[in-house]
């Protein structure tokens, strides 16, 4: 019987791979060709600092939340009938040619500007209007996406500029004990298209790659182990194994008493 059960066993996990249960399999042949020459660039004893530092950048559809402030004192104003007066919204949706309007300055360009860009252009054209303004502004909506082996997966918001991919795993609860540690994949938009790299968690040089940091709507993806395969194996064929063991037992036992 046990053999029998060794034989089921090996019959079910012997099929047993972790490809069925990886995203994004495929990559661009392109940047596999580029990724090689890199790998070979980087087995050179060649010190390189990155510079891994990134803004976020205003797109059409962005919400903009905009405090304008007069004095020290917030002065969200706009413009009635009977002169200034302040508005109860602080919130702006970027329209699809990349303008806001704003309380006083009407339409405003602020596509592919950063928030520091945008602070520091609104706050020299409210000159005209107010003493000493300056102007806090934020993206609201920007966010990215953690797939894969983390505790928690789901979309986590950019509540700055921008976020890591180490902080995006943080905030996913961590990566599991099947996670792929030296796979780690960033999928971002570059020129119009997605590109997918590649980090190694392993390698403490990572830490200065400028593929660290994520864009708006970037996806990180987390490989499974091969172990993950025969995990689900277990627990999809153990009702099976149980049934057909128990058979087993069965006619053994109906033999043993026989005798």
């Known amino acids: 019987m046990r053999f029998l059960i060794l034989i089921t066993?090996?019959?079910f996990f012997s099929g047993c791979s972790v490809k069925e249960y990886k995203l994004f399999q495929v990559e661009n042949q392109e940047k596999s060709q580029s990724s090689n020459?890199?790998?070979q660039i980087e087995k050179t004893p060649l010190r390189q600092e990155l510079n891994i530092a990134y803004s976020s950048k205003i797109i059409p559809n962005d919400i903009l939340e905009i405090d304008i402030y007069n004095m020290n004192k917030k002065s969200n104003i706009m413009m009635n009938e009977?002169?200034?007066?302040?508005?109860?919204s602080n919130k702006y949706v970027v329209y699809a040619d990349g303008t806001i309007l704003?309380?006083?300055?009407?339409?405003?360009?602020v596509q592919g500007l950063s928030i520091k860009e945008l602070n520091s252009k609104l706050t020299q054209k409210y000159r005209e209007f107010l003493k000493a303004p300056y102007v806090k502004s934020s993206i609201k909506n920007h966010k990215i996406y953690v797939l894969g082996e983390v505790v928690k997966k789901g979309v986590i918001p950019i509540s700055g500029e921008t976020i890591s991919v180490i902080e995006a795993i943080a905030?996913?609860?961590?990566l599991t004990d099947?996670?792929?540690?030296?796979?780690?994949?960033?999928?971002?938009?570059e020129?119009?298209?997605?590109?997918?790299?590649?980090?190694?968690?392993?390698?403490?040089?990572?830490?200065?790659?400028?593929?660290?940091?994520?864009?708006?709507?970037?996806?990180?993806y987390i490989e499974p182990k091969e172990s993950k395969a025969i995990k689900v194996k277990i627990n999809d064929y153990l009702p099976i194994i149980q049934a057909v063991s128990s058979v087993l037992s069965t006619f053994v036992n109906i033999k043993y008493l026989g005798n």
């Open 178 to 189: 099947h996670a792929v540690r030296n796979r780690i994949r960033v999928i971002s938009e």
């Open 82 to 88: 009977k002169g200034p007066t302040t508005t109860p």
């Open 37 to 39: 020459k890199l790998s």
């Open 102 to 109: 704003l309380p006083l300055l009407n339409s405003v360009s």
């Open 191 to 220: 020129s119009g298209k997605y590109v997918m790299h590649t980090l190694d968690l392993h390698n403490f040089k990572t830490l200065n790659s400028h593929n660290l940091m994520l864009k708006n709507n970037s996806i990180v």
């Open 171 to 174: 905030q996913s609860g961590g």
């Open 9 to 11: 066993l090996f019959y």
